[in-house]
């Protein structure tokens, strides 16, 4: 497996799509909102003519969401183009990551040729990052919740971490939860990204937005594709966040569906589960071998699960999964058991 290669790969050599069960993104099972469906069709015709490239309207409607000064706001084409536009405008030399991570935050460090420095978190401590130790660098990269351990540190320890070094924290799963975000923290120390494509189920459209420092906005903003984010993007993102329904409902559906998943996987013998905060599960077999059997048992019954062993600090006993409907879930599940 590449070490940047990702989940959510459902195509076949040629192009098309495989008919898959997906547990391997981890994509809102609630799908696309009925919002947003109708802003798309309402706007197609719109696409004749160039995205506004201030993107006013959707900036509006993300300072209005989020409680954020539009002065503060980057947008993006999805949370993983600002790593790169981020590293490439500010360029820190020594970048520190914890470990396991989502692979784009290194990808980004090596496209600038930074330094970086892994800082591994241990699964007998379930992934906690330990706050005694060393943070020297430039630039420390935080998911928040992590990718894929679903750990969710707190707002003190990233108060303690901005002493010693800048951070930049990836809230691309924030809001499938209801706490506190990181966006009230942001300074010159500070920076936060978030993806819209994970709680909105736009995966393919690509859409997300950073709220920095206004001087560090001024210069990413300047340094960026004028039209970044297209113009059914913006139609979007303004419909998806004035549905205070959908996210409503997507945080209910979470809170009941993850307890039951949880407990229902417990229940399997030969894998160790490692409870989340969020909308997916890291688990662990008890070897390489059980985990990539499980691995094609489950590809042929047309599901697929995300195998960790291009994580760096995790191997090929870990895979993880995405919490689905309750349906999806039973089936997964039944697989799942028969084949350990």
Request: proline letters at 3%; a neutral charge.
């Amino acid at each position: 497996m590449k070490k940047f290669e990702h989940g959510g790969q459902i195509y076949n050599a040629d192009g098309t799509t495989g008919n898959f069960l997906d547990f391997s993104a981890n994509i809102n099972p609630l799908g696309v909102s009925e919002k947003i469906r109708t802003a798309i069709i309402e706007n197609l015709d719109g696409i004749k003519n160039y995205p506004d490239p201030n993107a006013s309207e959707l900036k509006a409607a993300i300072s209005q969401r989020y409680k954020v000064d539009a002065e503060n706001l980057v947008l993006v084409n999805g949370a993983a183009e600002f790593f790169y536009l981020y590293l490439n405008v500010t360029r820190p030399r020594k970048i520190l990551i914890p470990v396991p991570s989502f692979s784009e935050y290194e990808r980004a460090a090596r496209a600038i040729n930074a330094e970086v420095e892994y800082i591994f978190t241990r699964a007998e401590e379930n992934f906690e990052l330990n706050l005694a130790q060393d943070f020297t660098g430039d630039l420390i990269i935080l998911g928040r919740p992590n990718n894929p351990t679903g750990n969710l540190i707190s707002i003190d320890a990233i108060k303690k971490i901005s002493n010693s070094a800048k951070i930049l924290i990836d809230e691309s799963f924030i809001d499938f939860l209801n706490v506190e975000s990181a966006k009230n923290l942001v300074s010159e120390k500070i920076s936060v990204v978030q993806s819209l494509t994970k709680i909105f189920a736009i995966p393919g459209l690509r859409l997300g937005f950073a709220v920095v420092e206004k001087n560090l906005a001024e210069k990413l903003n300047a340094a960026k594709d004028v039209w970044n984010v297209n113009f059914l993007a913006q139609k979007a993102g303004v419909a998806a966040l004035s549905d205070e329904k959908f996210l409503a409902d997507t945080r209910n559906w979470l809170q009941v569906e993850k307890e039951f998943f949880i407990t229902e996987l417990k229940k399997i013998h030969g894998v160790e589960i490692f409870e989340p905060s969020v909308n997916f599960v890291l688990l662990k077999f008890e070897t390489v071998e059980l985990a990539k059997l499980t691995l094609e048992k489950l590809r042929q019954e047309k599901i697929l699960l995300r195998s960790c062993e291009n994580f760096v600090g995790l191997d090929g006993r870990y895979l993880r999964s995405a919490i689905r409907s309750r349906a999806e879930n039973l089936k997964l599940l039944e697989v799942l058991a028969n084949s350990l």
